[in-house]
């Protein structure tokens, strides 16, 4: 009895930290909630297209070594698709389906004429050298040349890639296309097509999520006491913009630990020292642990590392009033149920974190029309965005008497449902 209530409580844990089996379960929901019939959610449950790619790659020792990469195609209903290529060690192509979808309700929340796609590499890009990296971008460019393009699926940047290896990406199907196409991929270098804002999007996105729910809760930014879990690409962003805005950063962390300083980090000295990974905390002795650094005595908390992060075991001793998702999925279903009970504001991945997806809409607008915004015309536009999207969900959230991660989920599935009801799929 005891082993069947073992397997049980794991089968449980496996059931609500499985990303892929938790988005099915909120569109789902969502698609219901919205009056759509089971076949709306068999269309939309999985990606119409899943490419697995091998790529042979001559390392630097003379050797060479097979990778495996994926490029999902979620929903192409509403137009072409568009999501980031990641280079991780854990990439896997459950994750990567997921992930597509998170790209689909993206696009739909911030009403962008996109369907999602997501890529991956199964890699440690941290202990490959530069030319290898340039092989393997290459070489995933030339296995998956054939279903992506400007009007088919767009890549962007992701985990551990940047705008260097989006021009590596680009000159590779410029090459295979004969033609000079910088619309085929987002992220990329300025002085190649790339978009003011881009680098930042992600966090810039967030920001603007976390200062319009500040004004829900009463909250003053300035002074406010903020937990970063992560200190990549957005976390370090983040971080920034918070703490020139006068908030107080007590926590930080990267993969190795985390800082804590209730006075508030000095982030400017920080940044001056991570490294290209956005690793900081090894050179500090008085580290604490992850765990305990999401349960901080803090006002907001920005989960921006990896899924999974709050689950129903620690979602009780969660203390901030308000928690805004940079990562993708860091809070389980579970977790968000109980952090709603508790009165926590919950801004879900979705859109916290669709400033991204945003910025790389301007690049690509800007790389078919030839004309280029400045960094003032581009900040104006994605607040306009960002903001109305909010509230559009907030108040949804409230009418409904819903939390936010199922009303985003609704306004994100919609635009699908609407397209591919037109098109007469369903």
């Known amino acids: 009895m005891v082993a069947d209530n073992a397997a049980d409580s794991t089968k449980e844990k496996s059931e609500s930290t499985d990303v892929l089996t938790s988005t099915r379960t909120v569109v789902k929901t969502a698609l219901e909630k919205l009056g759509y019939p089971d076949e709306v959610f068999e269309l939309l449950k999985d990606p119409m297209r899943m490419m697995t790619v091998r790529i042979p790659v001559r390392m630097d020792d003379g050797s060479i070594k097979i990778f495996t990469g994926y490029r999902a195609q979620h929903n192409d209903a509403v137009g072409p698709t568009k999501g980031g290529v990641r280079f991780h060690p854990n990439v896997t192509e459950k ?7 998170w790209m689909s309700l ?3 929340i911030v009403d962008l004429p996109y369907g999602g ?7 440690d890009p941290r202990e490959m050298s530069f030319r290898e990296l340039e092989g393997l971008s290459r070489g995933y460019v030339r296995a998956i040349s054939q279903i992506v393009g400007p009007n088919k699926d767009i890549p962007a940047p992701d985990v551990f890639t940047n705008s260097q290896i989006m021009a590596w990406m680009m000159d590779e199907y410029s090459r295979i296309d004969e033609f000079n196409n910088p619309g085929f991929i987002t992220g990329k270098p300025i002085v190649l097509g790339g978009s003011h804002g881009r680098e930042s999007a992600t966090a810039k996105g967030v920001t603007i999520c976390i200062n319009e729910a500040a004004k829900k809760k009463g909250i003053d930014v300035k002074g406010a006491r903020v937990v970063v879990q992560g200190f990549g690409n957005a976390g370090s962003f983040l971080a920034k913009f918070l703490h020139d805005a006068g908030a107080k950063i007590v926590g930080i962390s990267d993969a190795y630990g985390a800082l804590h300083e209730p006075d508030g980090l000095d982030i400017d000295y920080l940044l001056d020292r991570r490294d290209s990974f956005g690793t900081v905390t090894k050179l500090f002795n008085n580290t604490i642990a992850n765990q305990d650094l999401l349960e901080l005595d803090c006002d907001i908390l920005v989960p921006a590392a990896v899924e999974n992060q709050i689950t129903k075991q620690n979602a009780h001793d969660i203390k901030a009033s308000i928690v805004v998702e940079a990562a993708n999925g860091p809070t389980t279903l579970e977790a968000t149920k109980i952090l709603s009970e508790r009165g926590i504001l919950l801004v879900p991945d979705v859109l916290a974190s669709s400033g991204g997806v945003t910025v790389s809409y301007f690049e690509w607008v800007q790389n078919n029309q ?17 903001i109305k999207s909010f509230n559009n969900i907030y108040n949804t959230a409230e009418t409904r008497r819903i939390d936010m991660r199922l009303a985003a989920y609704m306004a994100g599935v919609r635009k699908m449902a ?3 009801r037109f098109r007469g799929w369903v």
Do not use: N, Q
Not at 117 to 123: Q, T
Not at 371 to 384: M, V
């Open 370 to 386: 030839g004309f280029y915004w400045t960094a003032e015309e581009i900040d104006e536009k994605l607040h306009e965005i960002i």
């Open 117 to 123: 796609g997501k890529g991956g590499i199964i890699c």
């Open 418 to 420: 609407e397209a591919a």
């Open 95 to 101: 994750e990567v389906k997921a992930l597509s979808i």
């Open 106 to 108: 993206k696009a739909g």
